[in-house]
């Protein structure tokens, strides 16, 4: 994944652990980089070591980690400038997960090592929709939920999020029933 996604990381367990902690997970994780950079693309394997050795670290379960960093991502991508391409992605929270396969196009025409999950929406209605998951990568539909309550949080509504379809449990993707108020 691209250095900013990892960067996110960083940046999250720093603001909320500290840097002593930050630079002992990097080491457990047995990462040697000092620090990513944003633009460049690295292996998955170094962040999910990185989130592997953060959650033995600080007694966290991964899906909880994973939630709150899911919500960290909403908020930091805002801060680093990326802010107008959420803002450009729609108006509403139902408009956003909507467009988000465009908004994922758009970024992979700048950076073509990306490798994008794909979200469609079904039952789209004014309090709510459902949300499906396809992605490549294992394991990060607890990060989605954390994206989804973090988009919530950007447009001042409370969502209610239930894990409808498990792709853990069988099921051929993620998705997701969302309650919007
Ligand atoms: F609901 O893969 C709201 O590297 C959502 O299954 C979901 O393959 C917002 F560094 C710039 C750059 C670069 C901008 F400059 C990424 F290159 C992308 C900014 C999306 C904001 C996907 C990140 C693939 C990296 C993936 C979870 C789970 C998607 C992370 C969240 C808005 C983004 O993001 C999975 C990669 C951006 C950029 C957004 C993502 C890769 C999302 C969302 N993804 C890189």
Redesign the pocket.
């Known amino acids: 994944?691209?250095?900013?996604?990892n960067r996110a990381l960083q940046e999250f367990i720093c603001t909320h652990h500290g840097e002593a902690s930050w630079a002992a997970i990097r080491i457990t994780a047995g990462v040697e980089l000092e620090f990513f950079v944003?633009?460049e693309?690295y292996p998955d394997d170094i962040t999910y070591r990185l989130v592997g050795a953060a959650c033995e670290s600080l007694c966290i379960e991964p899906a909880t980690l994973l939630r709150n960093f899911g919500r960290h991502?909403?908020l930091f991508?805002g801060q680093e400038g990326?802010g107008s391409?959420?803002d450009g992605a729609g108006s509403s929270l139902q408009e956003i997960?909507t467009n988000?396969d465009d908004?994922?196009v758009r970024?992979g025409l700048m950076?073509p090592a990306?490798?994008?999950?794909s979200f469609s929406c079904s039952d789209v209605r004014e309090d709510g929709l459902t949300l499906h998951y396809f992605?490549e990568?294992p394991g990060?539909a607890p990060?989605?939920m954390g994206?989804?309550e973090g988009?919530g949080e950007r447009f001042g509504k409370t969502v209610t999020i239930r894990h409808s379809c498990d792709r853990n449990a069988g099921a051929d993707h993620d998705s997701f029933d969302i309650r919007i108020a």
Do not use: A, D, N
Not at 1 to 5: I, P
Not at 114 to 117: R, S
């Open positions: 994944m691209y250095g900013l996604v944003r633009m693309s991502w909403v991508t990326y391409l959420l997960l988000l908004l994922h970024v950076y990306l490798k994008p999950p992605s990568r990060l990060m989605v994206l989804i988009l």
